[in-house]
């Protein structure tokens, strides 16, 4: 089966545009993309999904590590994280602006998947050598073999 769309640049667009209806994507771009109109939904598989987390980090190098500390806990404050998880979509692990999200986005599935689902999962980790493994398949499934 030919693959229909890779975009990492805006996953949502497809299933926005009406090209696509199955296929994988980010919780949070799917999230943004019903909070604009489109009848999308996620569904965990019963047998696990996949979890990876995006991190803050200052790289060794940094030129102004002081700046970039301020920006983090700027980011981490309450109201901002709870502004920063709704406007993108994507879940705060900040549980004090957990507390502060609208009823619709906290209760929401796809952002905050039940414990079940979690315990299901399996985190997405560097598979090493593995990655030309990966790659491989990755450009037959993008060229549909």
């Known amino acids: 089966m030919p693959a229909a769309a890779f975009n990492s640049d805006n996953p949502?667009?497809?299933y926005m545009e009406g090209e696509?209806?199955?296929?994988?994507?980010?919780?949070?771009?799917?999230?943004?993309?019903?909070?604009?109109?489109?009848p999308i939904d996620v569904v965990w598989p019963k047998e696990g999904?996949?979890?990876?987390?995006?991190s803050l980090a200052i790289p060794a190098n940094a030129k102004n590590k002081?700046?970039?500390?301020?920006?983090?806990n700027f980011l981490l404050r309450?109201?901002?994280?709870?502004?920063v998880a709704e406007t993108i979509g994507y879940p705060t692990p900040n549980l004090a602006a957990r507390k502060l999200l609208s009823p619709?986005?906290?209760n929401d599935k796809t952002l905050?998947?039940?414990?079940?689902?979690?315990?299901?999962?399996e985190w997405q980790n560097d598979v090493g050598a593995a990655?030309?493994?990966?790659?491989?398949?990755y450009q037959k499934l993008k060229a549909g073999r």
């Open 12 to 14: 949502a667009n497809p």
């Open 20 to 38: 696509v209806n199955l296929g994988m994507i980010w919780n949070g771009s799917a999230f943004v993309a019903r909070q604009a109109g489109t």
């Open 49 to 54: 999904g996949i979890f990876w987390m995006d």
């Open 66 to 72: 002081e700046g970039a500390l301020k920006l983090i």
């Open 78 to 83: 309450p109201d901002v994280a709870k502004q």
């Open 104 to 106: 619709e986005v906290a």
């Open 112 to 121: 905050y998947p039940d414990a079940e689902t979690i315990k299901n999962g």
């Open 131 to 137: 990655s030309s493994i990966y790659e491989e398949y």
